[in-house]
């Protein structure tokens, strides 16, 4: 299938400096894809250029199908953004500026259309309220609303959650798996990781302008994440036996808790082997988990890696 | 072309006016009522008849003419301002328009606006004189074409002001004391030879001039040429908008 944003060879420079080095980048259409790096890395940027507010300095973006450049009213018809300052008008109520913005995309008006948005943000009881009487919490909802408003069928949320209460984190969770499950195409950015790991399909990680790695989350955790299994001995055990020497056990929890790191990717985890030796050693548990590291140490371990 | 878009920009900036409806229409039909009673009044006493014309008749277009000057340039950059002020104008930057939709919008609301300011004042004005207009189209004309051009003006001076000072400089410093030595008070024939030369050098006296003559059929200057200055000033500030959105120019970056 066609991705419905291709983004191939894309350079930006402000001045000397390179916000962004030969990005190349597919989005595939109705999935939820998480762009995930530090502060400065340049999702703003990214995000910025395929919407049309910033100048790209080189490279090609299409979306679905259609040049971002040459042809904009294709391209920026299709994408809502909710960017990741707050800027909002003032004087203004939230029916009004989405209204406002859905003619601004194009389209017609549609009173059933911006209610059913209002509504799905808790916004509704607000609608003929000015905005500059709202909290902060109500104007990102009302940012939601207008990039909603005139049914984009990709929807960009720059660091949706960045100082936002739990409540309309929910709200806003909802409204985007109900955006996925109605075929919009959902990117993310954020630099909690958790976010990412809970939302997206796939993953890619952005940093210094690059991008280092698209994955499926899935995958991603699996292939770069250690897991680990840890024992519970049914007696404390003060030294290990040097027979256990090669497996870099950890001992811990009072010399009651035994974990063993291992790679997933490798043909053998050694597991079976280290269990037989522990038989050997006369060293006996009652209880044993597996878990996994998450994502956030993978983008550590990422991000770290290639400076 | 995105006529919802038009629509939208246009509809929401004349709701804004009526939001302000005191600032917006209020305040400029009190000036002018003031300028009236003060200039008219006062001034005309003394002066009583300007080339065939009685004077508080003869202030009229030229009272009317600053009125709408300053009214569409500071509605019209304001607009654009505003949302470059408090970030908004990412919105409008990432929506399927170009600058035709943009500037038809903006500069629309804010030039129909100066039109019923305009209007408001004449039917103020004949409440205190006696108003004949010799050629009601052609002042119409002049009246939209006026409006129009200061509205692309100001919306000029509000995407390069980078500051409110800036904003409120223009005004103040250049349009005011052009429109107060343009003839707006006074024929320029009344002049010394040497300001009456002087005076040709001010744009502003050619839009009075021009629009007086719809009025009263006299004018400094001929009616053609004003007219030919009007198209002018129009062109030129056609020409840098779209320069302005060819290149970005301190909107996109
Ligand atoms: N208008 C600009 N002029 C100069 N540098 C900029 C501008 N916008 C962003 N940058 C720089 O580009 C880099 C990437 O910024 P940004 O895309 O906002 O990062 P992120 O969104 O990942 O935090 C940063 O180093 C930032 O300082
Ligand atoms: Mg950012």
Same mark, same amino acid.
């Given at each position: 299938?066609?991705?419905?944003?291709?983004?191939?060879?894309?350079?930006?420079?402000?001045?000397?400096?390179?916000?962004?080095?030969?990005?190349?980048?597919?989005?595939?259409?109705? =999935?939820?894809?998480?762009?995930?790096?530090p502060?400065g890395?340049?999702?703003?940027?990214? *995000?910025?250029?395929?919407?049309?507010?910033?100048?790209? %300095?080189?490279?090609?973006?299409?979306?679905?199908?259609?040049?971002?450049?040459?042809?904009?009213?294709?391209?920026?018809?299709?994408?809502?953004?909710?960017?990741?300052?707050?800027?909002?008008?003032?004087?203004?109520?939230?029916?009004?500026?989405c209204?406002?913005s859905?003619?601004?995309?194009?389209?017609?008006d549609n009173?059933?259309?911006?209610?059913?948005?209002?509504?799905?943000?808790?916004?509704?009881?607000?609608?003929?309220?000015?905005?500059?009487?709202?909290?902060?919490?109500?104007?990102?909802?009302?940012?939601?609303?207008?990039?909603?408003?005139?049914?984009?069928?990709?929807?960009?949320?720059?660091?949706?959650?960045?100082? +936002?209460?739990?409540?309309?984190?929910? /709200?806003?969770?909802n409204?985007?798996q109900?955006?996925? =499950?109605s075929?919009?195409?959902?990117?993310?950015?954020?630099?909690?990781?958790?976010?990412?790991?809970?939302?997206? /399909?796939?993953i890619?990680?952005i940093?210094?302008?690059?991008?280092?790695?698209?994955?499926?989350?899935?995958?991603?955790?699996? =292939?770069?994440?250690?897991?680990?299994?840890?024992?519970?001995?049914?007696?404390?055990?003060?030294?290990?036996?040097?027979?256990?020497?090669?497996?870099?056990?950890?001992?811990?929890? /009072?010399?009651? =808790?035994?974990?063993?790191?291992?790679?997933?990717?490798? /043909?053998?985890?050694? $597991?079976?082997?280290?269990?037989?030796?522990?038989?050997?050693?006369?060293?006996?548990?009652?209880?044993?988990?597996?878990?996994?590291? %998450?994502?956030?140490?993978?983008?550590?371990?990422?991000?770290?890696?290639?400076? | 072309?995105? @006529?919802?878009a038009?629509?939208? $920009?246009?509809?929401?900036e004349?709701?804004?006016?009526?939001r302000? +409806?005191?600032?917006?229409?209020?305040?400029?039909?009190?000036?002018?009522?003031?300028?009236?009673?003060? &200039?008219?009044?006062?001034?005309?006493?003394?002066?009583?008849?300007?080339?065939?014309?009685?004077y508080?008749?003869?202030?009229?277009?030229?009272?009317?003419?600053?009125?709408?000057?300053?009214e569409?340039?500071?509605?019209?950059?304001?607009a654009?301002?505003?949302?470059? @002020?408090?970030?908004?104008?990412?919105?409008l930057?990432?929506?399927? +328009?170009?600058?035709?939709?943009?500037?038809?919008?903006?500069?629309g609301?804010?030039?129909?606006k %100066? +039109?019923?300011?305009g209007?408001?004042?004449?039917?103020t004005?004949?409440? @205190?004189?006696d108003?004949? *207009?010799?050629?009601?189209?052609?002042?119409?004309? @002049?009246?939209?074409?006026?409006s129009?051009?200061?509205?692309?003006?100001?919306?000029?001076?509000?995407?390069?002001?980078?500051?409110?000072?800036?904003?409120?400089i223009?005004?103040?410093?250049?349009?005011?004391?052009?429109?107060?030595?343009?003839?707006?008070f006074?024929?320029?024939?009344?002049?010394?030879?040497?300001?009456?030369?002087?005076?040709?050098?001010?744009?502003?006296?050619?839009?009075?001039?021009?629009?007086?003559?719809? &009025?009263?059929?006299?004018?400094?200057?001929a009616?053609?040429?004003?007219?030919?200055?009007?198209?002018?000033?129009?062109?030129?500030?056609?020409?840098?908008?779209?320069?302005?959105?060819?290149?970005?120019?301190?909107i996109?970056?």
């Open positions: 299938m066609q991705p419905i944003i291709s983004v191939s060879g894309l350079n930006k420079t402000y001045g000397d400096f390179q916000a962004l080095r030969n990005i190349d980048l597919q989005i595939n259409r109705g =999935e939820i894809f998480g762009l995930l790096g502060n890395a340049g999702k703003t940027t990214l *995000i910025n250029i395929i919407c049309g507010i910033v100048k790209k %300095s080189s490279g090609t973006v299409t979306v679905d199908g259609f040049d971002n450049v040459e042809n904009f009213r294709e391209t920026r018809s299709r994408i809502g953004l909710v960017p990741q300052e707050l800027p909002t008008e003032t004087f203004e109520t939230p029916y009004d500026v209204r406002f859905r003619g601004l995309f194009g389209k017609p009173p059933a259309h911006i209610e059913k948005v209002l509504r799905s943000l808790s916004l509704w009881d607000k609608k003929n309220n000015k905005i500059m009487t709202l909290s902060g919490g109500m104007k990102r909802r009302v940012l939601i609303c207008k990039a909603l408003a005139h049914e984009p069928e990709i929807l960009f949320l720059d660091e949706p959650t960045a100082g +936002v209460d739990v409540e309309l984190r929910q /709200d806003m969770w409204v985007v109900a955006l996925r =499950e075929g919009v195409t959902v990117i993310l950015t954020t630099h909690y990781i958790e976010e990412a790991e809970q939302l997206a /399909d796939r890619g990680v940093n210094h302008g690059e991008v280092i790695i698209v994955q499926e989350k899935t995958r991603l955790m699996k =292939e770069l994440g250690k897991k680990q299994l840890v024992l519970h001995l049914s007696e404390s055990v003060s030294v290990l036996p040097s027979s256990l020497e090669n497996y870099q056990l950890e001992l811990g929890g /009072d010399g009651l =808790e035994l974990t063993y790191h291992y790679d997933t990717q490798r /043909d053998r985890t050694g $597991i079976t082997a280290l269990l037989s030796d522990l038989h050997a050693a006369g060293i006996k548990f009652n209880d044993l988990h597996t878990s996994q590291s %998450s994502l956030e140490e993978i983008f550590v371990g990422l991000v770290n890696k290639k400076i | 072309m995105n @006529f919802h038009i629509r939208a $920009i246009y509809r929401t004349m709701a804004r006016m009526m302000t +409806v005191v600032q917006s229409i209020v305040a400029p039909v009190l000036s002018t009522s003031l300028y009236f009673v003060v &200039f008219g009044s006062a001034i005309g006493s003394r002066i009583t008849e300007i080339d065939g014309v009685g508080g008749a003869f202030i009229v277009p030229g009272l009317i003419m600053l009125a709408i000057m300053t569409s340039i500071s509605n019209s950059s304001f654009i301002y505003f949302p470059k @002020f408090t970030g908004t104008i990412f919105e930057l990432s929506a399927p +328009v170009s600058f035709v939709e943009v500037v038809i919008g903006y500069v609301a804010a030039a129909s %100066s +039109v019923v300011i209007m408001i004042i004449l039917a004005a004949g409440l @205190f004189v108003l004949h *207009i010799a050629h009601p189209l052609v002042m119409l004309l @002049f009246l939209v074409l006026i129009v051009s200061f509205s692309l003006f100001g919306f000029i001076l509000g995407v390069w002001a980078d500051g409110w000072e800036k904003l409120t223009v005004p103040v410093l250049v349009i005011m004391p052009l429109t107060f030595l343009g003839g707006t006074y024929s320029i024939s009344m002049l010394p030879p040497v300001w009456q030369t002087i005076s040709l050098f001010n744009p502003v006296v050619y839009l009075v001039s021009g629009f007086r003559w719809a &009025f009263f059929e006299n004018s400094d200057v009616v053609a040429v004003s007219f030919a200055m009007v198209m002018a000033f129009l062109l030129v500030c056609l020409f840098v908008v779209y320069w302005i959105f060819k290149t970005g120019y301190k996109r970056c």
